[in-house]
């Protein structure tokens, strides 16, 4: 393992860290968001199609027990879905980087080989 290797492996960590803290940011924006999307949700529902059950507008708690069922809101749940997989995975490559940077350092150790790390 050269110095070079070493400084590219570290740098790939960086990289990953970057883009799990891009990720993380995307989760919390939607998170953010919920709540105003589903205020919307819940009201288009009472504006919409009487009550099945009772025939009469729906009252607020009616539209949040059926709010799922609003396409906009589905879609910003989905989104809020695929970000947590998102950090998931991003989460999980940081750390593959972060071992394959420690691993090339102790190989370029065992080496004689000195790093300078900040």
Do not use: W
């Amino acid at each position: 393992m050269t110095r070079g290797q070493c400084y590219t492996e570290i740098a790939h960590v960086e990289g990953a860290a970057l883009n799990l803290t891009q990720a993380v940011a995307n989760e919390m924006a939607l998170e953010d968001e919920r709540a105003l999307v589903k205020v919307e949700a819940i009201r288009r529902i009472m504006e919409s199609a009487p009550n099945a059950l009772t025939g009469k507008p729906h009252s607020a708690s009616s539209a949040e027990a059926i709010v799922e069922q609003d396409a906009v809101y589905y879609e910003h749940r989905a989104k809020q879905r695929a970000a947590v997989c998102d950090v998931i995975l991003m989460r999980g490559k940081y750390e593959a980087a972060r071992l394959r940077a420690r691993f090339a350092v102790e190989l370029a150790a065992m080496d004689g080989i000195a790093l300078e790390l900040d």
